[in-house]
């Protein structure tokens, strides 16, 4: 039977099941940190309430034993070294599918975060050191540096509503950089005792993974395995086990499926569908998941576990801290608490500012933030929260009481920096809307994802040509889910300063009265009729056989004849192969993919989202021409 349930919703299946990877790493993160906010406040309830019963609880002994060897730690320790490794396995795998397909893809724009996310550590650092040097909590130094971005984008979600996701891939990317220094900081400066001959058999082990990586080995159990004697062997050596986690994630490439691949595995399945036996279903599923890269399998499957699961056992355990008037008293007269309170709130925002201004002034504008200075400043301040990385650093540190005041110092900075970080975007808000979308867009020209521009001597266009927005689709005729779209592109046409583009992408591996589709109504755009085909075709998806396609050009009024033999001698089959070829080089695989002023639009496309995504694209093209000299504006609308 049938699923409307697409329809009535105003979003289809494949809208809820495929997302940008950014924007679904952003919501997983987003709606975790309620989940971790939980876990911490149980755990200062606990704390409080039956003190002595959660010390013992997380310092219970835990030991695996093999042979003659046994590997014996607390609870607790499990936790920050065992559970976070995959954390930070999820960590290493966002920075790397950054830089293999996110904004750090040019890697002109590489610069900006490395220099704000090193500075956005360095200055709460010395901050810190200006409070306790000399003192015994000087060594806790790194306890100061590191910003807990899964926290801190589920907050900016609370206290900074409204704000366009562009502020939030912005955060994401500067912070992707403290991540990796922070471990590198646990590895070099909070590992002690470290055993040479456990550290070199971890080196062998990771080189021998990385090598499997870079040959595609496919075997997952290989990996697991060498995984786990990195992680083992780092243990041993006495090197934080956690950063095994990060390097691992780092070595799997990220890459968009390509439509051969996806070819070859819907043929596989269509074997399944006709001898559906074990060995055929086995082959089929291994080819639909072998399109996917190593990177989108790994997070499809750690990040939810990491982000639901493990980071709220890890507030669980380490967040714990008795609390009365007393300790408070002296605890925020306390160079650990203070150093670390005022090294979050003050230090990080003026150090994420100040490097952002000093890189786009010293470049005269070639390299800047990809968002407005209002939303640079946001993200330093919600910046100022570490709890993950900061409180593993603390458990390596201190203990006792220092620990205590490190804690509170940390909880402190989460709330302090939330109230900061609403009223900044509260005073974008009072800003007139024009000045308001350049503080929180800025005026830089985001990456084009569509290859090929939209070109009005060969394009098919719906709209006016001097729209400030261009929405470009590649659709397939026999695509139920192009069916679906089909009236919400309607909706959206509404708008008058809005233009539409249909391009071809015919999946003729599972859609085979595609391409004859495309070819007819190419054969009717010869004739002056490509739209009123183009509307015919999407309203009779069910009915594309050759005598359905010419009763069509029969209704049209088309010369049928002539239409029949142009199909016949496939005249438009070039056409459509350009079309085919441009898909290919924008990385468009699937059909509807939409493409809003270049840039490839992720996620759902109902009627709501993608108005939004066309209001921010209109926001954008009209800070961009206001920037602009006006005889160049001039030329841009004489050739538009």
């Known amino acids: 039977m049938a699923d409307f349930s697409g329809v009535l919703s105003g979003r289809t299946n494949w809208t809820r099941e495929f997302a940008a990877p950014i924007r679904d790493f952003l919501r997983t993160e987003s709606g975790s940190s309620g989940v971790l906010a939980v876990a911490i406040l149980l755990a200062l309830a606990w704390a409080n309430i039956a003190p002595g019963s959660y010390a013992d609880f997380w310092h219970t002994d835990f030991s695996l034993a093999l042979g003659g060897r046994e590997l014996n730690m607390s609870l607790q320790e499990w936790v920050n070294s065992g ?25 002109s724009r590489f610069v900006l975060p490395v220099v704000a996310g090193v500075a956005g550590m360095v200055a709460p650092v010395l901050i810190y050191l200006a409070f306790n040097h000399g003192g015994e909590g000087a060594h806790g130094w790194g306890v100061a540096m590191s910003t807990d971005t899964a926290l801190a984008l589920g907050l900016l979600a609370l206290v900074g509503r409204g704000v366009p996701d562009r502020v939030r891939v912005f955060l994401l990317t500067v912070f992707v950089v403290d991540d990796l220094i922070a471990l590198l900081v646990i590895a070099i400066v909070y590992s002690e005792n470290i055993s040479l001959m456990p550290l070199l058999i971890a080196i062998v082990a990771f080189g021998v993974l990385l090598t499997a990586s870079l040959l595609r080995v496919r075997q997952v159990g290989v990996y697991v395995a060498l995984g786990v004697v990195t992680w083992a062997a780092l243990l041993t050596s006495g090197v934080d086990p956690v950063v095994a986690g990060l390097a691992i994630g780092l070595t799997a490439s990220a890459y968009s499926p390509g439509r051969d691949e996806l070819e070859q595995a819907s043929g596989l399945f269509r074997l399944f569908r006709e001898q559906p036996t074990p060995e055929l279903a086995r082959n089929a599923t291994l080819g639909l998941t072998s399109t996917l890269s190593p990177n989108a399998r790994l997070q499809h499957f750690y990040h939810p576990w990491t982000s639901y699961l493990i980071v709220p056992i890890f507030g669980l355990a380490n967040a714990g801290i008795t609390i009365d008037g007393d300790f408070l008293a002296q605890a925020f007269r306390s160079p650990i608490t203070l150093g670390i309170l005022f090294g979050y709130v003050i230090g990080k925002p003026v150090a994420v500012m100040t490097a952002s201004w000093a890189l786009t002034r010293f470049t005269g504008g070639r390299l800047r933030p990809q968002v407005g200075w209002a939303a640079v400043a946001g993200s330093g301040t919600i910046a100022g929260m570490g709890f993950t990385v900061s409180l593993l650093i603390a458990t390596l540190a201190f ?61 098919h266009i719906r709209g006016p040509e001097t729209a400030s927005v261009t929405l470009v689709e590649y659709g397939d005729f026999e695509c139920p889910y192009c069916g679906l779209a089909e009236p919400v592109v309607r909706d959206l046409l509404k708008d008058d300063d809005l233009r539409y583009v249909w391009r071809h992408l015919p999946l003729t591996d599972v859609h085979p009265r595609a391409q004859i589709a495309a070819e007819v109504a190419e054969a009717a755009a010869a004739q002056g009729a490509f739209w009123e085909m183009h509307d015919l075709l999407l309203a009779n998806q069910e009915n594309l056989k050759p005598a359905d396609l010419m009763s069509y050009a029969v209704q049209l009024g088309l010369d049928n004849d002539r239409i029949h033999d142009e199909v016949k001698r496939h005249v438009a089959a070039a056409r459509v192969a350009q079309d085919v070829e441009s898909a290919d080089l924008s990385g468009v695989s699937g059909t509807p993919t939409f493409f809003v002023n270049g840039q490839r639009h992720y996620g759902a496309y109902d009627v709501e989202t993608l108005k939004t995504a066309i209001k921010t694209a209109r926001v954008r093209a009209k800070i961009r021409d206001t920037e602009l000299p006006p005889l160049v504006r001039r030329r841009r609308a004489r050739t538009s």
């Open 399 to 459: 203990e006792g009481r220092a620990l205590t005041e490190a804690k509170l110092g940390l909880l402190s900075a989460v709330v302090v920096a939330s109230a900061v970080t609403w009223l900044v975007f509260q005073a974008a808000h009072l800003l007139s809307p024009a000045r308001k979308a350049v503080a929180l867009l800025g005026d830089v020209d985001e990456l084009v994802d569509l290859m090929d521009p939209v070109d009005p001597e060969r394009d």
């Open 83 to 107: 559970l976070m490794t995959l954390f930070f396995l999820v960590v290493g795998l966002e920075a790397r599918r950054e830089f293999d397909l996110g904004d750090l893809r040019d890697r």
